[in-house]
């Protein structure tokens, strides 16, 4: 199975407009148009009855307090997690391509109430519900994809991998509020095939040049 954007080509910059913040011009970071990118995939196993895509980010910052703070830069070195900015199960098997801007377009403080997708999935919640908890302007529940934010004052350009699973199965069966980690659990066992595509973001304008 491959999968491919007409958004970003792989392992190459992913434009401002599919981020959920950018560079302000002033050195920091301004809300950006938080499009959901085009995606589109082919050589699909046979027997797939469904798809799951997932876009995680692996190079986060784990000390949070140096986070966006003119006083201090976070080296490249430092140690990283992960933050999840995507989570979409119950894709139907015959969807081929997402348009860009189909499933997100523009921030939705608190959170999207029910994102766009193919008839019959069902979007997930994503990392910045948790990144947002207690702000009384964000907080709440951000279900489907919301883009690229990574800290102004980080030495290290972002990764963002876009992981596709082909599915033996046409429904995982979760309920309620769900997440990437119900997500994995549920597909243990039913993966045919996955393909994946990243491509790289920084608000830091001097690695942006």
Not at 65 to 81: H, M, S
Not at 159 to 175: E, H, I, K, N, T
Not at 187 to 208: D, F, K, P, S, W
Request: with cysteine; proline share 9%.
């Amino acid at each position: 199975m491959k999968i491919r954007s007409d958004s970003f080509h792989d392992g190459q910059p992913i434009p401002a407009e599919f981020a959920f913040g950018k560079p302000d011009g002033a050195g920091r970071i301004a809300l950006s148009a938080n499009r959901s990118p085009h995606l589109a995939w082919d050589e699909v196993p046979a027997g797939t009855r469904s798809f799951v895509l997932l876009c995680i980010d692996p190079d986060v910052p784990t000390v949070p307090e140096t986070v966006n703070r003119d006083d201090v830069v976070i080296p490249a070195e430092q140690p990283r997690g992960e933050f999840v900015h995507w989570v979409m199960a119950d894709i139907p098997a015959d969807c081929r391509e997402l348009a860009a801007g189909a499933c997100s377009d523009g921030v939705t403080p608190r959170g999207k109430r029910q994102p766009e997708g193919p008839v019959g999935s069902r979007q997930g919640l994503n990392d910045y519900t948790g990144w947002f908890a207690g702000d009384a302007d964000m907080g709440g529940d951000y279900f489907g994809y919301d883009g690229p934010c990574p800290p102004f004052n980080d030495q290290r350009v972002h990764r963002y991998f876009f992981r596709l699973y082909a599915l033996d199965v046409p429904s995982l069966g979760l309920s309620g509020r769900f997440g990437r980690a119900e997500v994995e659990r549920a597909m243990q066992g039913h993966v045919l095939a996955e393909a994946a595509i990243h491509g790289t973001y920084t608000t830091n304008a001097r690695l942006a040049g």
